[in-house]
Each structure stands twice: as structure tokens, then as C-alpha cells.
């Protein structure tokens, strides 16, 4: 079992920025990858980002890339997501999930075994 608890979200201005952090707890080190989603009333729960434990390798939706960057932080079990120039479309609730295997891409949520509960992020205009 992973426990994944997200924190970091708030509201702020456009333009602005927040850093999400998602620390996990239990079977860590058999995780494969760490991976952003978000989802917004509504519409369906989309990729934003993901981050390989091993290697470190780093996947962006098109929408954030330029803007967000991922990061992980072994001795923490923690991964982050910096978010600059944040936009109004930016504004969902974001989930952080883990992998335990490689079996399939990492910008997919049936790649995924674990999900944290969420944290909600408003950017207004």
C-alpha cells in the first residue's frame, strides 16, 4: 500500500505562482512513478505532469509545459509541482497518484495504482 497526501493548493491571482507537494508514505520504494492530474467540474480528470523515481524523467501535458516543472525529493518521499504564470483555466482540483510499474505511459490514469484525495487550486483573473 502508498499513501499519498497532497498540499499546496490556495487561491491566486493570474500571473502568479503555487508549489503542490505530494508526499507519500507505505511501499515507497517500489514505485515506479509519480504523476499530476487534475480535474475540473464537470470535465474529465486530465495528465498535467509525471516523474520517473529511477531515472528522474519528466513528462508534460502541452498545456503547462514552459510553465510547470516536477520534482522529487528521495530523502523526503516527496514529489512537487511548481506552477508559474498561472491562468485562470489553470483552476481544477489536483491529484497526485503513484505507479508501481511501468506498464503503460505515465500520462495515463489507468497507469496508476494510488491516488491522493486532492487539493484545490483557483487562479482568478
Known amino acids: 500500500q502508498v499513501q499519498l497526501v497532497e498540499s499546496g493548493g490556495g487561491l491566486v491571482q493570474a500571473g502568479g505562482s503555487l508549489r503542490l507537494s505530494c508526499a507519500a508514505s507505505?511501499?515507497?520504494?517500489?514505485?515506479?512513478?509519480t504523476g499530476w492530474f487534475r480535474q475540473d467540474p464537470g470535465k474529465e480528470r486530465e495528465f498535467v505532469a509525471a516523474i520517473t523515481w529511477r531515472y528522474g524523467s519528466t513528462y508534460y501535458a502541452d498545456s503547462v509545459k514552459g510553465r510547470f516543472t516536477i520534482s522529487r525529493d528521495y530523502a523526503k518521499n516527496t514529489v512537487y509541482l511548481q506552477m508559474n504564470s498561472l491562468k485562470p483555466e489553470d483552476t481544477a482540483v489536483y491529484y497526485c497518484a503513484a505507479a508501481l510499474a511501468g506498464r503503460g505511459p505515465t500520462t495515463q490514469m489507468n497507469t496508476y495504482d494510488y491516488w491522493g484525495q486532492g487539493t484545490q487550486v483557483t487562479v482568478s483573473s
Open positions: 507505505g511501499r515507497t520504494f517500489s514505485t515506479y512513478a
